[in-house]
């Protein structure tokens, strides 16, 4: 019986895995695109762009595609300069957004 105890005892300590340090891994959030899109209609509508247009246009899926960053008001609201710069074809139509 005692061979067995040490049998068992040096399998588990070769497999054990307590002793390994665990190694960390990066997680890279998604964007939820919805979010993106509402909060970007949001301030379209807010700047006084019609829905219509906004719809029309496509602007929130453009920009949806475009972005690559947080679903905040902030991170968006500070992007939109770019974003107009980066798809002229929308710039004068995004013109009372600042």
């Given at each position: 019986?005692?061979?067995?105890?040490?049998?068992?005892?040096?399998?588990?300590?070769?497999?054990?895995?307590?002793?390994?340090?665990?190694?960390?891994?990066?997680?890279?959030?998604?964007?939820?695109?919805e979010a993106v899109a509402d909060i970007f209609t949001k301030l379209c509508e807010?700047?006084?762009?019609?829905?219509?247009?906004?719809?029309?246009?496509d602007m929130a899926a453009v920009f949806?595609?475009?972005?690559?960053?947080?679903?905040?008001?902030?991170?968006?609201?500070?992007?939109?300069?770019?974003?107009?710069?980066?798809?002229?074809?929308?710039?004068?139509?995004?013109?009372?957004?600042?």
């Amino acid at each position: 019986m005692n061979l067995l105890k040490r049998l068992w005892t040096g399998l588990v300590k070769k497999t054990a895995t307590a002793e390994i340090e665990p190694t960390p891994v990066e997680v890279e959030e998604e964007t939820d695109p919805e979010a993106v899109a509402d909060i970007f209609t949001k301030l379209c509508e807010d700047a006084g762009i019609a829905r219509k247009w906004i719809v029309r246009y496509d602007m929130a899926a453009v920009f949806v595609d475009w972005y690559d960053g947080p679903a905040d008001v902030e991170s968006i609201r500070g992007c939109i300069a770019q974003f107009k710069k980066e798809t002229p074809s929308l710039a004068s139509k995004l013109a009372k957004l600042n």
